[in-house]
């Protein structure tokens, strides 16, 4: 499926996102639903979505520690809907990378006006910044494709949201644990074999020498670096 249209809601509260869904549906998007924070990390990374709707008031985490750890490596937008509506809540979510804020019980026709007016603002400055170069390599973070010497590679949806948090962060030491937990989640932080398969298969895929490589850098017992 797309990401293009596919909006994320990360909510608790199974009748807000029921109501979500259809609404959301009879406009044209495709939807994809997280009840914890920890689910909606993991859906992020893992399917891309354009857009997401997040709760503050989640069972497992503060929305708004989520929507921080989303900002180390998502960049799409986030529009926070809650039943909280101080100023206080919602200066802190713009400050913390909110692009919107929608107080619970919100109107539908607002709703989807922000839901447009996001996705266009997005589309502009994607269309600028979500392609990096390394080499002979070539990622397009907005459309997912990966060339490398210009020939198109396959990935798996898990292979690329590897990759692009690597180079999203290009130069930056990233941790075995901060690896797995953004990627796969909290369940996985201890699976660092796990995560050393997947950087294999990304090697055999990317680099010029697998066994010599010279982007997805080994930090001894530490994790991984992008080399640029």
């Known amino acids: 499926m797309t ?9 608790d509260e199974v009748q807000i996102r029921r109501l979500l869904e259809i ?8 939807v994809s639903e997280a009840s914890t924070a920890k689910e909606g990390i993991v859906l992020a990374a893992t399917s891309n979505p354009a857009l997401i709707l997040l709760d503050l008031g989640l069972p497992d985490e503060d929305g708004l520690s989520v929507l921080r750890k989303l900002r180390e490596w998502y960049q799409n937008p986030v529009i ?3 039943v909280r509506n101080s100023e206080e809540d919602i200066v802190k979510a713009l400050d913390s990378g909110a692009n919107d804020y929608l107080a619970k019980p919100y109107r539908t026709g607002e709703l989807l006006a922000r839901i447009r007016t996001a996705l266009r603002l997005s589309q502009d400055k994607t269309s600028a ?4 170069s390394f080499g002979t390599l070539f990622i397009d973070l907005a459309s997912h494709i990966v060339r490398k010497n210009n020939i198109l590679l396959k990935l798996t949806s898990t292979e690329f949201s590897l990759l692009a948090l690597l180079a999203r962060n290009s130069g930056k030491v990233l941790t075995h644990q901060y690896l797995l937990k953004e990627i796969w989640g ?3 932080s201890g ?5 050393r398969v997947f950087i294999a298969q990304l090697r055999k895929k990317i680099e010029d020498n697998p ?3 010279e982007l997805l850098i080994t930090e001894s017992g530490i994790g991984y670096r992008f080399g640029d």
């Not at 910044?129 to 990096?132: C, D, T, Y």
Request: glycine share 2%.
């Open 186 to 188: 909290h369940s996985y």
């Open 129 to 132: 910044s979500s392609q990096l």
């Open 3 to 11: 990401t293009d249209k596919t909006i994320l809601v990360i909510d």
């Open 80 to 82: 926070i809907l809650s």
């Open 211 to 213: 066994a010599t490589p």
């Open 23 to 30: 609404t959301l549906n009879l406009n044209g998007y495709a």
């Open 191 to 195: 699976q660092t074999q796990y995560l």
